[in-house]
């Protein structure tokens, strides 16, 4: 492999890589601004300029390459044998000077921008800047500026690194921002009435390197310290989208993509970017209920969970079935406790997926370009995590393929009784499946009330996606685990605790000792219902990997042991930037 020397290290690269792209993948940090992976090269922005010597094609002796002078690095393709400096008095002359240019009209406003604590103007500054601005005069101040539904654009910050223009024009094809005016008027703009307005349009925000394109959803909400990132996979539709979701104190703030090349590189859609909103939502289920007298009533999980077992066996003892439509919003571990319980108390329980919702089209972008294309970006129609994985696992655990949402509808007339598992972001139920439970003991775990939970005779609240962890598998079979962020809103559950729970009392484990006080699960991470006053049957406690680990030694389910990919520690770093360390 041909090697070049970048500030004394010996560094392999592949022909045809740039100089930055051969530093970046050896964690050498070049100053970069306007250079971004998924876009074209602009090399405009000057910080990356590097001093280079080469070796004389006849001699074989190192010369000062171009004559000597600085190169940027980001469009210098490297060659075997180069000699670099991004340290070189030469170099970091540069540096300083590019920064103190880039400052000149920046504004200081830190303590009150969005991108403070994650802000690439900020970090250079210190890194690569002088202490102190020469600059003396009157500041050119521009507009902020309403750019799209999702955008603002404060002028004065922008750098011209002209990645957002790149975006529009490279990515999306839709060409909404554009660069006018020349010199220190040069500014970002939309065109007049063209509001930046597309599915992809707010990564613009994730691209722009300081705080001139900012997230009105997240505007002043948080300062980014005290964010904590959680790895996660996109839970609102099957294309697998990475993310990590920023959140404090229990409460989701953004989410942002999360670098994956094969399969969303480095964007997501606005859907999944702000489509988590239902997590906070006022009319979540918060505690178990139970219809008493024809009135809903608070109850605790014992005797939610007692009702739903009870029901359970009169059906089967009546000869009628029970019936358990298992959600594709819900994860692989949670589909497989939940048909194990099902089976264990009706050996021949009827399983079915839940409603697997299709808006719009697919679409891949850049428009034209074709799926396999390594820089596409997939945007899928089928708005559903897990619909792979739950059917998967429903017919390894009943030894044959689950009913579809239509069918299960139909077989539910030799049902007796009927476990329902939602969790989508907005209502699910259809006029048949109401009409199908009429006249049938329904218990329905999900997250927000619907007529269906109004209608239900016990209610247990489950867990958003953002509260327990498990494993999604995408459109293309590929299988993603992601972990928990926050804990489960007040007495809500994971679904595969509340099956474990179910499993629990089941088997005739006591939930209370002889004087009737409560035997509490333990608790992992907010797993569980919080409250001594809730009872919870002594389970086990869920745990998504050791789940994952039981489920692989099942034939149909091997993949669980080797195929899941899981995030790493390192897949949660927030930046396409190297990250400077002070
Ligand atoms: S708005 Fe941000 S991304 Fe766009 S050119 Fe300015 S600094 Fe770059
Ligand atoms: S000129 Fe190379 S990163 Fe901007």
Redesign the pocket.
């Known amino acids: 492999m041909p090697k070049i020397t970048i500030n004394g290290r010996n560094v392999e690269f592949q022909p045809g890589q740039t100089i930055?792209q051969a530093a970046n993948a050896q964690q050498i940090t070049i100053p970069?601004?306007?250079?971004h992976n998924g876009l074209s090269i602009?090399?405009?922005?000057?910080?990356?300029l590097v001093e280079i010597w080469a070796p004389n094609p006849k001699t074989g002796q190192l010369e000062p390459f171009m004559g000597g002078k600085l190169m940027?690095?980001?469009?210098q393709t490297a060659s075997d044998g180069m000699v670099v400096y991004s340290d070189s008095p030469k170099a970091v002359a540069n540096q300083k000077a590019v920064m103190e240019y880039l400052l000149i009209n920046h504004p200081l406003d830190c303590p009150v921008c969005d991108q403070s604590g994650e802000c690439f103007l900020q970090d250079y500054s210190y890194e690569y800047g002088r202490g102190v601005s020469r600059f003396q005069e009157q500041k050119v101040k521009n507009p902020k500026k309403d750019v799209g539904p999702n955008v603002l654009l404060y002028a004065d910050r922008c750098i011209m690194?002209t990645r957002c223009v790149r975006f529009t024009r490279e990515v999306t094809g839709t060409s909404e921002l554009t660069v006018t005016g020349r010199g220190n008027k040069e500014e970002i703009d939309v065109f007049p009435g063209i509001p930046l307005d597309n599915p992809l349009a707010s990564n613009v925000i994730d691209l722009c390197p300081v705080g001139a394109l900012l997230d009105k959803d997240f505007l002043f909400a948080q300062r980014v310290w005290f964010l904590r990132e959680t790895p996660g996979i996109d839970p609102l539709t099957a294309s697998g989208d990475n993310i990590t979701i920023h959140h404090n104190e229990g409460k989701v703030y953004r989410i942002k993509p999360r670098f994956n090349g094969a399969i969303n590189k480095w964007w997501i859609t606005d859907e999944v970017r702000y489509g988590w909103k239902f997590v906070h939502a006022d009319n979540r289920l918060r505690s178990p209920t139970r219809r008493q007298f024809g009135t809903v009533v608070e109850c605790d999980y014992h005797l939610a969970y007692q009702e739903v077992l009870a029901a359970a066996k009169h059906a089967t003892d009546e000869g009628k079935r029970l019936a358990l439509l298992v959600s594709p919003m819900l994860t692989c571990e949670e589909a497989w406790l939940l048909a194990k319980l099902a089976l264990a108390i009706d050996p021949s329980a009827t399983l079915g997926v839940g409603p697997v919702p299709f808006h719009g089209e697919d679409k891949v972008y850049p428009p034209g370009a074709s799926e396999n294309d390594p820089k596409a970006f997939f945007v899928c129609s089928e708005k559903a995590p897990n619909a792979r994985g739950v059917r998967r696992v429903l017919a390894a655990a009943g030894g044959k393929a689950p009913l579809e949402f239509d069918a299960f509808v139909g077989a539910l007339a030799g049902a007796g009784a009927v476990v329902l598992t939602g969790n989508y972001p907005s209502q699910w139920s259809t006029p048949g499946l109401v009409a199908a439970l009429r006249g049938r003991f329904v218990a329905i775990v999900d997250t927000l009330s619907s007529d269906l939970t109004d209608a239900a005779d016990v209610v247990i609240p489950g867990a958003t996606f953002a509260e327990k962890a498990g494993t999604f598998e995408n459109r293309s079979g590929v299988l993603q685990a992601f972990a928990q962020a926050i804990p489960v809103i007040e007495l809500a559950k994971a679904e595969g605790q509340i099956a474990l729970d179910l499993m629990s009392m089941l088997e005739g484990r006591p939930d209370r000792d002889e004087n009737y006080r409560v035997i509490m699960v333990e608790s992992t991470r907010g797993q569980v219902a919080a409250g001594a006053q809730t009872a919870t049957p002594r389970a086990e406690a869920f745990d998504a990997g050791a789940v994952r680990a039981r489920m692989a030694g099942v034939s149909g389910l091997e993949m669980f042991a080797s195929k899941v990919s899981l995030p790493s520690e390192a897949a949660a770093a927030r930046t396409d930037m190297p990250i400077v360390s002070l």
């Open positions: 930055l970069q601004y306007c250079y602009a090399a405009s922005c000057r910080i990356c940027p690095s980001c469009q690194c």
